[in-house]
């Protein structure tokens, strides 16, 4: 009775842990990125795993104002506003996202209550990763150029702003151990808010969401797949590839030098060649 009762007790601990666990399954047709496996300081300053994670381009134009030059589409010789993302995790419990704004003129002066109008990050994600229900769980956290977190600051674990020549970097942490470890996905989103001297919002900048209904509607949301892959075998193979490629330039360039001196052997062979038939000729004549 007793072995009975401690078996029951396990298989109840089993079913109430994975209970607690909203494993996500992947949508077809999603956007998707990827977040590879390292730590990192959520410091704002862009430290070397970082450099291994893809990269996500934020260019989708949702919405734009009245007035804003990006009405009549991307045109050259404008300087436009520009972010991209990319995502890592620590293969436990926690996702890590990097976003690099470039925006030479931001501006914090909207009117209260109106952060939109400010340049800001803006973070969405939902742990259900559902294309059909709109009332899954969802967050959506805004973050200004100057650090101030608008929206939802709690549900970061940690996030840091840091202000650079031509815009600004924003490091967040979120909590992601309900959605079931590797090779499971959730959804997120990404978006930038470029104002016009702070009183409007030039354009609104997205990833997936392309009809600006992010803020309401987690089904317009990418989705982000936590994968079993590391940044230290993405390194080493970096390394590795970059060390072959070394070995391949150095041998080729041995070969070449080789051949040219066999080049000038021949050259000088033919040339001594020629002098002792010629030494010969003159011989005879004599």
């Known amino acids: 009775m007793k072995k009975l009762l401690c078996a029951l007790t396990a298989v109840l601990f089993v079913l109430t842990a994975v209970m607690s666990v909203s494993a996500a399954a992947k949508v077809e047709g999603r956007k998707t990125c990827e977040a590879y496996v390292s730590d990192v300081t959520v410091d704002g300053k862009i430290e070397d795993a970082w450099n291994y994670a893809p990269k996500y381009e934020v260019t989708t134009v949702k919405t734009y104002e009245k007035n804003s030059y990006y009405k009549e589409g991307m045109k050259t010789g404008v300087d436009y506003a520009s972010e991209y993302c990319k995502v890592l995790w620590n293969g436990k419990d926690t996702l890590y996202v990097l976003a690099v704004v470039v925006d030479k003129t931001p501006f914090l002066t909207a009117e209260e209550g109106k952060s939109w109008n400010n340049d800001s990050v803006e973070i969405f994600w939902s742990f259900a990763n559902s294309k059909t229900d709109t009332k ?151």
Request: aromatic share 4%; hydrophobic share 45%; charged share 25%.
């Open 136 to 286: 899954a769980e969802k967050v959506q956290t805004r973050i200004q150029s100057d650090g101030n977190i608008i929206l939802n600051k709690a549900k970061f674990k940690d996030c840091k702003v840091v202000k650079t020549a031509d815009g600004f970097v924003v490091e967040a942490a979120i909590d992601v151990s309900t959605v079931g470890g590797a090779g499971q996905y959730l959804g997120i989103d990404f978006q930038y808010n470029d104002s016009v001297k702070g009183k409007t919002r030039q354009v609104c900048l997205g990833w997936s969401d392309s009809a600006d209904k992010a803020s309401s509607d987690p089904t317009v949301y990418g989705q982000c797949l936590l994968s079993a892959t590391k940044v230290a075998d993405k390194k080493a193979a970096a390394e590795a590839a970059k060390t072959t490629k070394a070995a391949a330039t150095t041998a080729a360039a041995k070969t070449a030098a080789a051949a040219k001196t066999a080049d000038v052997s021949v050259v000088i062979a033919a040339a001594a060649i020629t002098a002792a038939a010629a030494a010969i000729v003159v011989k005879k004549k004599h």
